[in-house]
């Protein structure tokens, strides 16, 4: 029987290594190279996240696997996958609900055929709730002052990198991004956001009265956020407070009339009525 030379032997036993079922994939097939957390407050204290991440597929087999995934809304599905654990909601579910998941995955991008190498986009959407009302959720609400509410956003419900002693780390590929209602207005925040850096003579920023402009999306990256804040107000329209009133009053009027101390006033008032009709009546014969 004729021998394999040495040479042919190992050509042969690295086409067999480099066949694309002979081995699982590597633990760095995948790696999340960016990552976006955009959270809109609402003004009944609610919010809805989008959270944008940017996935690096190192070889073929895991574009392969990627796009075998695309069709699948199981979160923990792509964790598995790919092996990232940072695919995950960035909010505390120990401070807040979060309902209504959705994973959305798009078509691979940016393919280097040579290098066999591919960038594709993973979004995850979800709603933010407090667990019940008399519970806070991102924000904590506060009616301090006659038609004025007072949001406060609660640092502990985001779950993103800190340091030891609490900061907030945020690097070059991680951003979060906070949208407020379009009405907010003393607007403050611990630390400038990156998107208004360039803004400066644009507008004016008071760490007592608030920000003054007209943005109302913030942006911070590459930031070491130190007891990080953010605190907006909203004042109810004056029309909306006698409105608010009016139904209130409505309302009471309602309850009083149909409680049996009010039931019992309307049977005394139909007495009366009645009495005083019949002896008009017997003024008249």
């Not at 574009?63 to 996958?81: C, E, H, K």
Request: include cysteine.
């Amino acid at each position: 029987m004729q021998r394999i030379p040495p040479a042919l032997a190992f050509l042969l036993l690295l086409a067999l290594l480099a066949t694309p079922f002979a081995s699982p994939l590597s633990p760095g097939s995948f790696s999340l190279t960016r990552m976006e957390v955009a959270i809109t407050v609402y003004p009944d204290g609610t919010a809805h996240g989008v959270e944008t991440m940017r996935l690096l597929m190192n070889n073929t087999q895991a574009v392969q696997l990627y796009q075998n995934t695309m069709q699948s809304n199981d979160l923990s599905t792509w964790v598995s996958q790919t092996g990232i654990g940072d695919l995950r909601v960035h909010v505390n579910p120990a401070s807040v609900a979060v309902s209504n998941l959705q994973v959305r995955s798009q078509s691979p991008d940016n393919c280097n055929s040579i290098m066999g190498i591919c960038f594709a986009t993973l979004v995850l959407e979800y709603d933010i709730r407090p667990f019940s009302a008399d519970k806070s959720g991102i924000v904590a609400l506060d009616d301090y002052k006659p038609r004025t509410t007072r949001y406060t956003l609660m640092p502990a419900a985001l779950l993103l990198p800190r340091s030891s002693s609490g900061d907030i780390l945020l690097s070059t590929q991680a951003t979060l991004r906070l949208i407020l209602p379009t009405d907010a207005t003393n607007i403050r925040f611990s630390q400038l956001p990156n998107n208004l850096l360039n803004e400066t003579s644009r507008f004016r920023y008071d760490p007592q009265q608030g920000y003054f402009g007209s943005e109302r999306t913030f942006t911070w990256t590459d930031q070491t956020l130190s007891k990080f804040s953010l605190i907006f107000d909203r004042e109810a329209p004056l029309e909306g407070e006698i409105l608010g009133y009016f139904s209130r009053m409505q309302a009471a009027v309602f309850q009083s009339a149909f409680s049996w101390q009010g039931l019992a006033l309307l049977l005394v008032a139909a007495i009366l009525l009645v009495s005083v009709v019949w002896i008009h009546q017997m003024h008249l014969q």
